[in-house]
DNA sequence: CGAAGATTTTTGGCATACCAAATACCAGGA
DNA sequence: TCCTGGTATTTGGTATGCCAAAAATCTTCG
């Protein structure tokens, strides 16, 4: 009942060392903002409209009902993560990548996966890597994943994700997670369509084995080449899914 | 003399082509800000000064003598750099990386020079891959780089860069980028220091050698090596360092 | 003196107003 | 009817002002 003060004086009386969480800051506008914004952009299909789609500041303070100052903060932000450019006098212009950037971060991609399957060869538990097969048990040779493309593919980026998370390496989860979310605006490329789907799944698991027998060459080379595969892929197959 | 118009239609008369360049677009107060604020926080060493350093809105709107607005739309282009980190009615704090992080982001780069090394055995000119020597011309045997940490540091982040430019991706030179500008504020490891800078040389020779043979594993391997080696060493030696 | 409490100051968050460049729109003239 | 100017409008950029939470400072009472 005591309210709990910050004094951190004196000790005359020992405080409840009650689990207090530093209340909640109640997220600024500002990141509201830049949630929303970004889960919009993320949602649209950018690549499916024929011109280009443009943003308006005092269209989205009006709609978030909040004022510009938050939004275009929002709006610099999501500038850095080279989702929008604002144009002076102009306009912001929601960005669009090329194939050839697509398969660019793809294999930046392939880097940073590879280098997780290193890390985890070294680190991680076994328990955790053999978790990683659960992505896919719902596929095998009775329920094949080109015949659920749509939920194959979420499995898929979930087991790519729960795999670099495994590396415990803050930076490489984060690179990643930025470049997925780029690559994924591009969703008819559901990570590789059904033609592709069908060799993801052994590789994936050709990806685990390698890891569960701590083979870090071969582990960092499954993986690289598992992604490098995808990149090949779009490069290959890409043309008629871009303007 | 005649003022260009922007028409584009009627060829009835053609139009001097006078090498008219689309005037300098005079980047916002937003940008100069973002600059400034950012090449003070790397010229600083926040690893130095015993407390953590913190930015005013107000002192610096007075000091570039720009109003808030700039500034912290600046500020929160900053934050998404992950250089500075703002608290609600606290201020703006300047990000301190712990070892761990350091270490964490040499991994990713790594990561993402190997890659880059991979690319440039499939598709980089060989005057451009040889010219990479040029960097070290400077220093062999009369002329150790131990002698010459500082200048030899300065050679060895240029070449790292040249290297990695070589593959043409502009998404791995961006990355690759973010990442040193990270590393670099931590300048007490001058990317290597006296000790390690003895073993560095013969080393880019190694990834030089290997890259002009088009030897694409072995380009790879010896690239993620060299900069796992200064992840292992910053990790080892890295105590004393770090506050 | 010392400490609890009240008050002032500081600091980031947000709203608003105005500016200038670009653009869209419209009326007049050949 | 179709250009040509010119004017109104749109749009991002910037400056200010005010707010509330925190921190710092001052005050007062035991």
């Known amino acids: 009942m005591p309210a709990r003060k910050q004094t951190k004086a004196p000790p005359v009386m020992a405080e409840a060392d009650i689990a207090i969480v530093r209340i909640a800051p109640e997220t600024s506008f500002k990141n509201k903002a830049y949630e929303a914004l970004k889960e919009a952009i993320l949602k ?3 690549y ?4 280009q789609v443009m943003l308006d500041e005092r269209a989205l303070s009006e709609r978030l009902g909040v004022s510009r100052t938050p939004i275009r903060e929002a709006i610099a932000m999501l500038e850095q993560d080279g989702f929008v450019r ?3 006098r102009r306009g912001i212009v929601v960005v669009r990548r090329t194939k050839t950037e697509i398969v660019d971060m793809i294999r930046a991609w392939a880097a940073l996966e590879s280098m997780a399957a290193r890390l985890i060869t070294t680190t991680a538990r076994k328990k955790d890597i053999t978790a990683l097969r659960d992505f896919f048990k719902d596929f095998g040779k009775d329920r094949l994943p080109q015949d659920h493309v749509e939920e194959y593919s979420k ?3 979930a087991f790519h994700q729960a795999l670099i998370s495994l590396s415990e ?3 490489l989860v984060d690179l990643t997670n930025d470049l997925l979310l780029h690559v994924r605006g591009y969703r008819q490329l559901t990570i590789g369509r059904k033609d592709r789907t069908a060799t993801s799944l052994p590789e994936h698991l050709a990806i685990i084995e390698a890891l569960e027998a701590r083979d870090t060459e071969l582990a960092e080379k499954r993986a690289r080449d598992h992604t490098l595969g995808l990149a090949a892929y779009v490069e290959a197959h ?3 899914l871009f303007s």
Chains 1, 2 share one sequence.
């Open 48 to 51: 499916a409209t024929p011109e």
């Open 155 to 157: 499995a898929n980026i």
């Open 86 to 88: 604002t144009v002076p």
């Open 169 to 171: 390496s803050p930076v």
């Open 44 to 46: 649209m299909d950018i």
């Open 238 to 240: 890409g043309q008629e």
